[in-house]
């Protein structure tokens, strides 16, 4: 299945986005929908509640007054801890049973407006955030709910701002426009990306990536920042070294529109484990036949590293998200390949001349054969000697890997 985030402030929308869905095919498990189960009159839930907050947040009848607990909570940051601390754990042990439930072939939306505050982004395959002016939402929040505008503006400060909730979002869906303009980009999301996604994470198919070099993008290293955190919670318990490497890596180079990431392992072994399993479960399924990566200049015994095809050996995973191509590069600690990942990132990082004298020379590879065939730069001469001048300066400065 396919585990998809929904967020998004207060009066922006998201429910439109998550009725949406619904009609499209996915399964909503709705967080808001959740949090009123659990704290339902006889529930555990209700009784810690009235045990942190007194008999004051009931009605007359027993049920949970959300008006009087929403005006203590949202005026002291607290109190609204407190709560979070009762019901976050009872909403996602419910929200877990309900993934268990969905279909092997489902796209789960988990619509949750406290997504990125609880720091629940890396647990999911794609995180979609809708977006829409605060003003909007206070207008919104005052004609649709009764709120007071200060009590409006109360509820937005409460949650994480627009910057923040954009930094976790793989999908940002503008909610501006009309619902017509909203819904035409819901549909696109679905048909474009979260059908062939989850079909590429149920039979771990990568998909297609680009092959032509493009201009640099600024927010590769947020987007790195976003899969780097998503693969560190796949891999978990274990710890490992995660790395951003190759053009991506360093700022205002060209290259293929692909995230490039490094996992360090003890061993290939390690690599061919239970790691690779979980890698696939989370979005990046191994490429099959993948198993070395030693350019054709690099002698037997290449640079400190160890040498040999052995000392290049690595294995790679991709992405089954047709929306961010993505390779991960499993390899050795201390391995050639791994140690050559590292050092021709921080050399093109720290020197302007040489990073702009490697973009000159994979411009001019890439409009040889436009067709992508010359986008690789790692069999041309021109990198050896590059690779050379990049051993110099790692001796001349003291770098380390």
């Known amino acids: 299945m396919l585990r998809v985030g ?5 009066g922006s929308g998201k429910s439109a986005v998550a009725t949406r869905l619904a009609e499209r095919g996915a399964v909503i498990v ?14 555990e839930g209700l009784a810690a509640i009235v045990a942190a907050f007194s008999d004051r947040v009931l009605t007359a009848d027993g049920a949970l007054d959300r008006a009087a607990l929403g005006a203590l909570v949202f005026a002291d940051t607290t109190a609204r801890r407190r709560l979070e601390e009762i019901t976050h754990p009872l909403v996602r042990a419910r929200s877990a049973e309900l993934f268990a439930a969905a279909p092997a072939d489902a796209v789960v939306v988990n619509d949750v407006p406290l997504l990125v505050e609880v720091g629940l982004a890396p647990t999911y395959h794609l995180v979609v955030v809708v977006q829409t002016a605060v003003a909007t939402r206070l207008e919104r929040l005052m004609r649709t709910r009764g709120m007071s505008r200060a009590e409006a503006e109360r509820r937005i400060a409460a949650q994480a701002d627009d910057a923040r909730r954009r930094a976790a979002a793989d999908v940002v869906l503008d909610n501006d426009g009309g619902l017509d303009e909203l819904h035409a980009a819901v549909d696109a999301l679905w048909s474009a990306r979260l059908v062939p996604y989850e079909r590429n994470v149920r039979e771990q198919r990568v998909a297609p990536g680009p092959v032509v070099p493009t201009e640099p993008d600024p927010t590769w290293p947020q987007q790195y920042a976003r899969l780097a955190a998503r ?18 890596a360093v700022p205002g180079l060209a290259g293929r529109d692909v995230i490039d990431v490094q996992v360090t392992v003890s061993s290939l072994a390690e690599a061919d484990g239970p790691l690779a399993g979980r890698l696939a479960d989370a979005g990046f399924p191994r490429v099959p036949g993948v198993r070395g990566d030693r350019p054709r200049w690099a002698g037997r015994d290449a640079g400190p590293g160890g040498g040999g095809d052995e000392g290049w050996e690595q294995r790679l995973h991709g992405s089954a998200d047709p929306g961010r191509p993505v390779a991960v590069h499993l390899r050795v600690a201390g391995s050639a390949g791994w140690r050559h990942a590292l050092l021709m990132r921080d050399h093109l990082r720290a020197d302007p001349d040489r990073r702009a004298a490697y973009l000159v020379v994979k411009r001019e590879l890439a409009a040889a054969a436009p067709d992508g065939g010359g986008s690789g730069t790692a069999d041309d001469p021109w990198f050896a000697e590059e690779y050379l001048r990049a051993q110099d300066w790692a001796a001349q400065t003291g770098w380390r890997p």
């Open 231 to 248: 693969i560190r919670h796949a891999l978990a318990p274990d710890d490992l070294r995660i790395d951003h490497v190759g053009s991506t």
């Open 6 to 10: 929904l967020t998004g402030g207060i």
């Open 30 to 43: 709705d967080a808001d929908r959740i949090a009123r189960e659990v704290v339902a009159p006889g529930t």
